[in-house]
């Protein structure tokens, strides 16, 4: 029974021989073993060197939330094989805030399965089940479609090629369009442990940013003098105008970071990363101006609910929403979002504009989610 004791046979062969001979040096995307698991039929067994090739084109790429992205992956050898091999596919993940963690790095955290596939057979894991297959376009193809994708799907995907007892794996990076905002609570500055900010980005249906993410907004130009939680524990903020009592005049432009800071003890206010939302985020034409318990009324009665702030940054960001407009919000904070500057719409430069929270009687419009 030659396939099955090759395998082990395999290794005490591949031990045998002397050193340097099985590893071709300085040979890094890939391996290099004696192959003897395929008999010519007649018992005899045969070594050849096949070498295990595992690519992706694309180091990154970026997709929108709701949607479904595919993350490329192949697989070939070299030589080509005559016969079909057991090639196992196991697809596993990192999630973002991990990724760009100081304190653990990538290198040792532990991955998560996505799907492990074998043929036709596969099976997948966690909150990937049901939203997740292999594309197989073409021999070899094993990329990862991922659809529904959610705000937290970000993060270092690998594929990772698994053939007898060797494997080789890529990694592909998944971004979401989307956002950063900062958030701090109706009950003032630097309100937020931890958790409370986690819970605070969910309540506007976004996620804790990612330190990537920030870097990315503070490249655009978000400028924002209070220290915020990210995903990954660490406290920081972003600037491209150096000032007195935001680091100072002789720091140069960055983020600004108090590291890691106590999670259950520390306070301090928010940064929010925003998705593309599914729906549609509108001002509600309405005769009068509203309080804020008639505002929620008012998105009830058409059908909707009132925005979250969230919602009106991704509507902002990705969708051009622009109106002059003050409206209230389910947070209870008025804003509005402006992508054209212009005289009495605020600064000059676009932007969600924020009132603040003002007293729930006072009198606005209101912006609806549908
Ligand atoms: C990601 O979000 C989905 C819902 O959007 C949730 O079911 C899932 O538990 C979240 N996963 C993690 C790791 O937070
Ligand atoms: C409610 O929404 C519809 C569009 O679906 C709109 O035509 C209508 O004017 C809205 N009602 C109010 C009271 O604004
Ligand atoms: C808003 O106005 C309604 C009357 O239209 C009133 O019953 C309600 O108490 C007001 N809510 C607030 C928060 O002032």
């Known amino acids: 029974m030659p396939s099955l004791l090759c395998p082990l046979l395999a290794v005490c062969l591949y031990l045998q021989l002397p050193d340097g001979q099985a590893w071709i040096p300085g040979y890094s995307n890939g391996f290099h073993y004696q192959d003897i698991s395929n008999g010519n039929g007649n018992g005899e067994i045969y070594f050849?060197?096949?070498?295990?090739?595992?690519?992706?084109?694309?180091?990154?790429?970026?997709?929108t939330r709701g949607g479904s992205v595919t993350l490329p992956c192949h697989y070939h050898y070299e030589p080509e094989l005559q016969a079909p091999r057991k090639t196992r596919v196991k697809w596993s993940w990192l999630p973002a805030n991990i990724v760009s963690a100081p304190a653990s790095p990538a290198a040792f955290a532990k991955e998560t399965d996505v799907m492990v596939a074998m043929g036709n057979r596969y099976r997948s894991f966690g909150s990937f089940q049901g939203r997740v297959r292999l594309r197989r376009t073409a021999q070899g193809d094993m990329s990862l479609v991922i659809n529904e994708l959610h705000v937290n799907d970000t993060?270092?995907?690998?594929?990772?090629?698994?053939?007898?007892?060797?494997?080789?794996?890529?990694?592909?990076?998944?971004?979401l369009r989307g956002v950063v905002f900062p958030y701090y609570s109706q009950k003032g500055r630097y309100h937020y442990n931890f958790l409370g900010a986690q819970q605070a980005c969910q309540d506007q249906d976004a996620a804790l940013a990612t330190f990537d993410q920030l870097y990315t907004a503070w490249e655009e130009g978000l400028d924002w003098c209070n220290a915020g939680w990210l995903a990954d524990g660490t406290v920081q903020y972003p600037i491209t105008v150096p000032r007195d009592g935001c680091g100072g005049?002789?720091?140069?432009?960055?983020?600004?970071s108090y590291g890691q800071r106590h999670r259950l003890l520390h306070r301090y206010d928010a940064f929010c990363f925003a998705a593309s939302v599914k729906g549609d985020v509108y001002f509600l034409k309405h005769p009068t101006r509203l309080n804020f318990t008639e505002a929620v009324e008012a998105c009830a009665s058409n059908g909707s609910q009132i925005a979250k702030v969230g919602q009106l940054y991704a509507a902002w960001m990705l969708m051009g929403l622009d109106?002059?407009?003050?409206?209230?919000?389910?947070?209870?904070?008025?804003?509005?979002p402006i992508t054209k500057a212009r005289a009495n719409c605020g600064p000059l430069e676009p932007g969600v504009r924020s009132f603040g929270f003002p007293p729930p009687y006072q009198k606005f419009g209101v912006y609806c989610y549908r």
């Open 323 to 336: 109106r002059c407009d003050a409206g209230w919000l389910a947070d209870r904070s008025v804003r509005y």
């Open 48 to 63: 050849n060197g096949v070498r295990l090739h595992v690519e992706s084109p694309k180091t990154s790429v970026s997709a």
């Open 155 to 175: 993060g270092r995907y690998r594929c990772e090629v698994i053939d007898g007892l060797e494997d080789e794996s890529v990694t592909v990076d998944l971004e």
């Open 249 to 256: 005049v002789d720091l140069a432009p960055g983020l600004r």
